[in-house]
Structures are given as structure tokens and as C-alpha cells.
């Protein structure tokens, strides 16, 4: 997602980062981390509205093939724990695909713009409106994939029904009225707070190998615990509901699914990531310190308590 310049690679590489006790150690640290999230934002918003909407519709397609990848190879596979495993490594390609691509997805938005307004920079309507772009173009790659699944014929008897089983666990909120709205709300709270977390450890790593890794467990984590994720949710309704027989309509999905799990992403990426992490390493002292170290590594960079200063 956050490539770093070359003149700061090569130093990473030829010398690491030093830490509080000496030890060289390349990663991005958390504040580093923040200043990223930042500068990344303003490069979203710097890019025209044709261009954000690729990459937009880039990222929801390769969700979608994430979540199509979960199933083929969930298929037939009966415990429960290996069976969530499974689901979770399928949607770790797709994820890995938006991270190292650049691609714009909603979920890691939702990281990257509250950063940007907690920076107090000059925040204009070309936020909101890159906000909608990237929705909509998320959107719009999930429905595109999803039907050339099924013109393809990739979705057969058994994927067809490892889909609507898939579905129908996330249909259940559906069931309980106004409260089970909200429960899918405080579902995708938890579910953007995990992703959010993936996208800040694959800002930390500087290697593709770190990325990866970084990403892995907190997606593998959403997955297993069954927690909405709205653009992935989009893939899994998108492949189903054009192929049919999958138990609901795209009314039903999207009112108490997709809705209240984009509002849950929203919050839980907002307040739980990028928030928190403002709060803890992101005053204007520490980033102007990371800006300088940038300029010149020789300053170099501590991390632990220090780094809380």
C-alpha cells in the first residue's frame, strides 16, 4: 500500500533503523507509520476522479476474488476451525492484492482520511467526494467480478452452495429486527478495527514478505470470528445473488448488511486505528521529527518510550 522513497529503502537497508537499545530494525515505526497514513491520503485525494475510480473498482474486484477464492477452497471441508482457516486465507489474497497494488479500498480508507483531518491539514470536498468514489467503485468491481464468475462458469453446484451457506451467516442479523442492525453495526466495528490493524502492519514492513505476514493474521482473525466486512461482504453477495438461489435479494443484503457493516467500518477504522494511533504517536512534534529523520537518517529514529515523548 505505502511504498517508501528509494533514497529511504536503500538506507533501510544499508543500515536499518536504529531502536532505543541499538538494534537495527527496518520496519516503519508507529509514528512513522501515522505520518504515512497522511501522506498517502493527500496522494489519494491529489489524484483525479478517473483515476481514484480505478483504483477503486481495482480494489473491489480483487476483494471479490478473494471472497470467491474462500469458497473454492472451502468446498467440502467439514470442521469448523479449518473451515474458518481456509475462508481466512482465501480473503487474505484478496487483501494482499489491494495492499501491494495501491489499490483504493473503503475499509483501509477509513484509516487513511481521519488521519488526514486529525493532521489538521486543509481538508477540502474533494475528501468527501473521494470518499463516495471509492464506495461506489468498490461497489462496482464487486458486481463486475462477481458476473464474470458466473459468464465464466467458475460457480458450480458445490460453490453455489458453499455461497449461500456463507451468505446466510450473514444474512442472520436480518432476523432480529432493529437490534440485530445494530449488532451487525458493532460486527463491522470489530471487523474494520482487525483490517485497519492489517493495513497499519503492512505500513510497517518494508518488505513484500512483511507485508504478507503483516496482513495474514489479522485478516485470517476478522474472518474466523465472523465479524462484516463490507466491500468483502459486497464480493460474497455480488457472485451470489447474480447466480441465484442464494436466499436473499440485493434489497434484504444490502439494508441489513452491507449498511450497517459499511457504518461499523467506518467507526471501528476511524476511532479504533487511526484515532488511537493519532492520539499516542502523532503530534506535530513527533511527525516533524520524523520529517527531519527522513531528510537525514544519520539523526536516526528511536522507538519504545521514547517515541511516546
Do not use: C
Amino acid at each position: 500500500m505505502i511504498v517508501p522513497p528509494a533514497s529511504d529503502r536503500v538506507e533501510a537497508r544499508a543500515a536499518g533503523v536504529r531502536d532505543g537499545l541499538g538494534r537495527s530494525d527496518i520496519r516503519r515505526l508507529p509514528k512513522e507509520v501515522v505520518l504515512a497514513f497522511v501522506d498517502h491520503a493527500e496522494e489519494y485525494l491529489a489524484a483525479g476522479p478517473g483515476k481514484q475510480l480505478a483504483l477503486a473498482f481495482m480494489a473491489g474486484s480483487f476483494i471479490a476474488f478473494g471472497a470467491m477464492l474462500s469458497i473454492a477452497i472451502t468446498v467440502g471441508v467439514e470442521p469448523e476451525g479449518l473451515f474458518k482457516l481456509l475462508l481466512g486465507v482465501g480473503f487474505t489474497a484478496g487483501f494482499s492484492l489491494v495492499i501491494l497494488s495501491g489499490a483504493a479500498l473503503f475499509t483501509e480508507v477509513n484509516v487513511l482520511l481521519p488521519e488526514l483531518f486529525l493532521s489538521r491539514r486543509h481538508v477540502s470536498a474533494r475528501l468527501w467526494r473521494f470518499w463516495l468514489i471509492v464506495y461506489l467503485g468498490n461497489l462496482a468491481g464487486a458486481l463486475f467480478v462477481g458476473a464474470m464468475l458466473n459468464a465464466a462458469k467458475v460457480i458450480g453446484p458445490e460453490q453455489a452452495d458453499q455461497l449461500a451457506r456463507v451468505i446466510a451467516l450473514k444474512m442472520r442479523f436480518a432476523h432480529t429486527g432493529a437490534e440485530g442492525w445494530f449488532e451487525a453495526v458493532a460486527s463491522g466495528i470489530l471487523a474494520n478495527w482487525l483490517v485497519g490493524m492489517a493495513a497499519f502492519l503492512a505500513t510497517a514492513a518494508r518488505t513484500v514478505s512483511g507485508k504478507i505476514l503483516g496482513i495474514f493474521f489479522p485478516i485470517v482473525a476478522f474472518v474466523a470470528l465472523g465479524v462484516q466486512h463490507a466491500p468483502a461482504n459486497m464480493g460474497y453477495f455480488a457472485a451470489g445473488l447474480i447466480h441465484g438461489d442464494v436466499g436473499t435479494n440485493w434489497g434484504t443484503a444490502l439494508a441489513w448488511n452491507v449498511a450497517p457493516a459499511s457504518v461499523g467500518n467506518l467507526i471501528g477504522a476511524a476511532v479504533f486505528v487511526a484515532l488511537l494511533f493519532w492520539y499516542t504517536f502523532g503530534s506535530p512534534e513527533q511527525l516533524e521529527a520524523v520529517r527531519l529523520a527522513e531528510e537525514d537518517p544519520r539523526q536516526g529514529i528511536v522507538s519504545g518510550a521514547a517515541s511516546l515523548r
